[in-house]
């Protein structure tokens, strides 16, 4: 079920920061608590291959996501302690060393399940029995909540497809737009560019000058 303008769900999962402390994080509580966006993003596996490159890439963009007042959180079914031990593991060597934001370690996917983002796929045999033929890991879930604790963007990528963080600002962008001016923000839409109101007037003229 589509989350897009709905409350994220109120669910406190263990999380670990960077020094490797044990926490608890409400991703709901903590957009509303701090009056900040959240970015969640889920990844299928530590210590695996396209999933590096994304926790870094959010890493390297993180003072981006600071300056609009929007909180990073990484997420994954393993334990904090493979988490621990994933940021111990130096760049050079497949590891996430240097990544400072909350890693959720959602183990018994409580969180996840409710998502529907695990890889839980069944088959049936020659007999007509279920067996499980899925990963049991998440896909590339991504969550954009707002100050409120509601949900304005979710996407999900198959496992092999890593993400743009490009796009990602440029949503928070123009929802904050949205939130600040009432305009609408048509296809392609960056910051500085204009925007328009939601009538027929204001998108016949846009059109007519795009």
């Known amino acids: ?22 926490l608890r994080i409400n991703v709901l509580e903590e957009a509303v608590k701090n009056q900040s966006k959240v970015l969640l993003f889920w990844y299928p596996k530590d210590f695996t291959f396209v999933c590096p490159t994304e926790l870094h890439a959010f890493q390297a963009a993180l003072e981006e996501f600071r300056n609009r007042n929007t909180m990073v959180i990484g997420a ?36 996840a399940n409710i998502l529907g983002i695990v890889d839980q796929d069944f088959e049936y045999d020659e007999e007509g029995n279920e067996t499980f033929s899925g990963s049991n890991v998440t896909y590339r879930a991504t969550y954009l909540i707002d100050e ?30 949205v ?12 910051e500085g560019k204009a925007a328009m109101n939601a009538n027929r007037t204001a998108t016949a003229e846009y059109l007519s000058q795009n």
């Open 148 to 177: 409120e604790g509601k949900v304005f963007h979710e996407s999900v990528n198959d496992m092999p497809l890593g993400r743009n963080v490009a796009e990602y600002l440029r949503l928070i962008d123009a929802y904050t737009h």
């Open 76 to 111: 994954s079914c393993d334990t904090n302690e493979v988490h621990f031990a994933w940021l111990s593991t130096p760049k050079n060597m497949g590891g996430i060393e240097g990544v400072t934001y909350p890693l959720l370690a959602d183990t018994h996917r409580q969180l």
């Open 179 to 190: 939130q600040k001016y009432g305009e609408v923000c048509p296809a392609n839409w960056q």
């Open 1 to 22: 079920m589509a989350l897009v303008g709905r409350k994220f769900p109120n669910v406190t999962v263990d999380a670990i920061s960077k020094s490797g402390e044990n």
